[in-house]
């Protein structure tokens, strides 16, 4: 199994930014595809981000593209998600996961197969 620790979030204003991190153990690192998930209160969880296993591939939501950025370090075992511009909109729970499915399917249900705690970050308005 992967066990996987989200770290980062915190209170930032309209308009900051904020990087947030994933470390992972268990399982090779490399052999997963990696993304980043948020869930508002008593809201659905959305797709954010994903990444491929090599790191080379992105998929984003509309809603973050040109804001958002995710990358990986497989030498570190971390994936990390550079949020600029936000909006009080991105306020919630975040989410990492890993998945041997591909990273360009992150946005269909189901999609991880390990997830992590959770880190909250909260957005002023």
């Known amino acids: 199994q992967v066990q996987l620790v989200e770290s980062g979030g915190g209170l930032v204003q309209a308009g900051g930014s904020l990087r947030l991190s994933c470390a992972a153990s268990?399982?090779?690192?490399?052999?997963?595809?990696m993304g980043w998930f948020r869930q508002a209160p008593g809201k659905e969880r959305d797709f954010v981000a994903a990444?491929?296993?090599?790191?080379?591939?992105?998929h984003y939501a509309d809603s973050v593209k040109g804001r958002f950025t995710i990358s990986r370090d497989n030498a570190k075992n971390t994936v990390h998600l550079q949020m600029n511009s936000l909006e009080p909109g991105g306020t919630a729970v975040y989410y990492c996961?890993?998945?041997?499915?591909?990273?360009?399917?992150?946005?269909?249900?189901?999609?991880?197969?390990?997830w992590g705690q959770g880190t909250q970050v909260t957005v002023s308005s």
């Open positions: 990444i491929d296993w090599s790191g080379g591939r992105t």
């Open positions: 268990g399982r090779i690192f490399s052999n997963y595809n």
């Open positions: 996961a890993a998945a041997s499915t591909p990273y360009f399917r992150a946005g269909s249900p189901g999609w991880g197969d390990y």
